[in-house]
């Protein structure tokens, strides 16, 4: 009974890019399963999962908010993610405990540029999708040109199983592809009604569906042998075989509909259902913990957010159960903690409930150090989880209390900042004792700063955004020699090492070798030197900023009987790289991204002159409609206040989005 509980839990996310529908479509679910009475719309400021003050004045998703609801007869934990780059963080952390996802397309723009960011980490974590192509209602919506978008830009093998009926404002329904129904949806309505399939789609509907079954035996053994043998595939071979390559990821089912218009809502929460796995379906987590409630209790914390009421700790649970009351091992922290309150979330309210068990994604209360990618088990049975990874900030800023009597509070709401978002980073500036914030966007900073004011009541001063910049080689340098050598009345240090420094190949970011024969630098000397070099990567020579792209190979050296050491080795290593670095051409990288705008045909001009002016590389442009879309690589540190500067030109109907690009050589960022 308890597995069949877990074959019955559905973890996923929604993942798009920005505007494209993701939390109208999470709306619109939580009405249909009944978990709202009142659908709320995104214009309005009035949804569920966008509650933060600041998403509503803004209109996007900042944070990712968790959700749940029951349908036929199953319970979908839900995490509305946010779709604008800056928060990419969030969507990491979310896909690091979902078991699915569903990705929302535009069926205007099709594959946008954060619909491909999110879609390559749900495949870096192995998160099996279903695609729905949103807005077919719209003016100019077309599915087909979606799916060949998914098809050349995801690199994956799309399967629609829905024909739309209608087009654009006509939209009305969907022919269902698999069941050969049509579900047409009155104005108004919030079920549809089940039909025959209309007789001018009949034809059409026919080719499409035997299109589908090609492709699924061409890629399914089992749906491979009954087409061939019977000519055909039945729908419960169709979906079964469906089912099966959604798991592996060799393709993507394709629903559609219109969330606005709450069309196709339905059928996409039977897909849910039908094609994502549910945490049974999976291999053990590391392996060696199975998603059975009779385990051992194993969670990983995923999210902290301190509320009004007190700190809310965001776990999935993966193996076990866990009351109220239980106190449990935080074997990252190294600490036991204890669960005094179990909540089922509803984005900003909660329903508290007495345990949660193996494939729930609920809230505890009662951790008071427990962050972030921490991993909660039981005290007699310890395991930590490999934790979601933190993008390194690209910008900061220096920001500093009003009045003097706050600089106490600041560091401690700072604090609390870093705590509920790792990718947000605090430090202080060892040459100006300035405090620094360092995010990965501007956007990012602008909200972490109004947050400060907001919940915090802070009057805070920001100065000037910067970028992260990197430091690499150009020209390297080959046999530099290294003596340490430091006697001082004990026992000795001594270390003598021999280095060459190069360029590390493309997209390695520090590779370190050894050709030393002979045993003249034991291996765990070997392996010190290695450290040490590391050390040095910190600070470059250019402007004291991390080094990146370089490969040290240490080609000789020399120990001493008594007074070598590994720290001797280690201290070897660092000044010899620092010495190297110095001697070696280096050239200053700063951080790039792609951007892509989206203007009226008339305004092309004038954004094209702005992107010159911002050093930005023009890729590619393309015309749809009565719009221009322009993709360039630009400078990071050229499109602060881009935002304003784009609308001013465009009388406000211009729009714009970026992703990071990696680094590139600076202007005039070479010495050596």
């Known amino acids: 009974m308890r597995t069949h509980l877990v074959d019955r839990v559905r973890n996923l996310g929604i993942l798009a890019h920005v505007d494209a529908g993701k939390t109208t ?62 928060f990419s963080d969030e ?70 199983v829905q024909l739309p009926i209608g087009r654009e404002d006509g939209f009305t329904g969907v022919v269902d592809l698999v069941a050969m129904r049509a579900y047409v949806w009155a104005d108004g309505a919030d079920t549809f009604t089940d039909l025959s399939v209309p007789d001018d789609l009949r034809d059409e509907a026919g080719r499409r569906r035997r299109h ?53 809502i339905e059928p996409l929460l039977h ?56 106190t449990v091992l935080d074997t990252t922290g190294g600490r036991t903690e204890r669960i005094a309150r179990i909540l089922r979330v509803q984005a900003d309210r909660a329903t508290e409930v007495d345990a949660a068990r193996a494939g729930d994604i609920v809230a505890v209360v009662g951790p008071k150090g427990t962050r972030a990618g921490a991993t909660l088990c039981a005290r007699d049975a310890p395991v930590v989880l490999e934790p979601p990874t933190t993008a390194d900030p690209v910008v900061s800023v220096a920001v500093e209390a009003r ?47 109004e947050k400060l004011r907001r919940d915090r009541g802070l009057e805070v001063t920001v100065g000037r955004p910067q970028v992260a910049y990197r430091e690499t080689v150009a020209k390297g340098v080959t046999g530099l020699l290294h003596r340490h050598v430091k006697q001082d009345g004990g026992a000795g240090q001594f270390a003598h090492v021999v280095i060459d420094v190069e360029r590390a190949p493309e997209g390695e970011d520090f590779v370190f070798a050894s050709t030393v024969t002979g045993g003249r630098v034991p291996q765990e000397y070997v392996r010190a030197v290695e450290a040490g070099c590391r050390d040095a990567l910190l600070e470059g020579p250019l402007g004291g900023h991390p080094v990146t792209g370089v490969r040290v190979t240490l080609t000789d050296g020399a120990t001493h009987p008594k007074d070598s050491s590994e720290l001797a080795f280690r201290t070897a290593g660092r000044f010899a790289l620092r010495e190297a670095l110095r001697a070696s051409v280096m050239t200053l990288l700063e951080p790039v991204a792609d951007v892509t705008v989206t203007v009226p045909a008339e305004s092309v001009g004038a954004v094209l002159g702005d992107l010159a002016a911002r050093r930005g590389r023009v890729t590619d442009q393309t015309a749809r409609g009565g719009t221009a879309v322009v993709t360039a690589t630009v400078p990071l540190a050229e499109l602060f206040g881009y935002a304003s500067r784009l609308r001013g030109r465009t009388q406000g109907r211009g729009t714009f989005t970026t992703r990071p690009a990696g680094y590139a050589p600076a202007p005039g960022g070479r010495a050596g």
């Open 25 to 86: 479509v999470t709306e619109r679910i939580l009405f249909l399963t009944g978990a709202i009475h009142k659908r709320g719309e995104v214009h309005d400021g009035t949804t569920v999962t966008d509650f933060d003050p600041q998403e509503r004045d803004r209109g996007i998703t900042i944070f990712a908010a968790a959700v749940s609801c029951d349908w036929a007869g199953h319970r979908i934990n839900l995490i509305d993610t946010p779709g604008h780059v800056d």
């Open 91 to 160: 969507v990491e952390r979310s896909l690091r405990v979902l078991d699915g996802a569903v990705a929302v397309f535009d069926a205007v723009a099709g594959v946008e540029p954060q619909s491909e960011t999110v879609w390559r980490q749900a495949d870096r974590h192995g998160v099996p999708r279903i695609a729905f192509v949103n807005k077919l209602d719209r003016a100019g919506a077309e599915l087909d040109a979606a799916v060949e978008s998914i098809r050349t830009r995801l690199g994956t093998v799309p399967l629609p």
């Open 212 to 264: 589908l079954e090609e492709t699924v035996a061409e890629l399914h053994r089992g749906a491979l042998e009954e087409f061939c043998g019977e000519g055909a595939l039945a729908a419960d071979t169709l979906r079964g075989a469906l089912r099966d390559l959604t798991l592996t990821g060799e393709a993507v089912v394709v629903l559609c509909g219109s969330a606005y218009r709450n069309r196709g």
């Open 271 to 326: 897909a849910v259902v039908a094609y994502l796995p549910a945490p049974s379906d999976l291999p053990p987590v590391r392996g060696e913990v199975p998603a059975d409630p009779e385990a051992p209790f194993t969670a990983l914390a995923f999210k902290v957010n301190a509320t009004a009421t007190g700190r809310l700790t965001y776990v999935r649970v993966y193996a076990g159960t866990i009351g109220k009351g239980d």
């Open 403 to 449: 009045r003097s009597t706050d600089t106490g509070r600041l560091a401690t709401a700072l604090a609390r900042l870093s705590e509920e978002d790792p990718s947000l980073v605090v430090r202080s500036d060892p040459e100006t004792g300035q405090t620094v914030l360092s995010g990965l966007g501007e956007l990012h900073l602008e909200v972490a700063v």
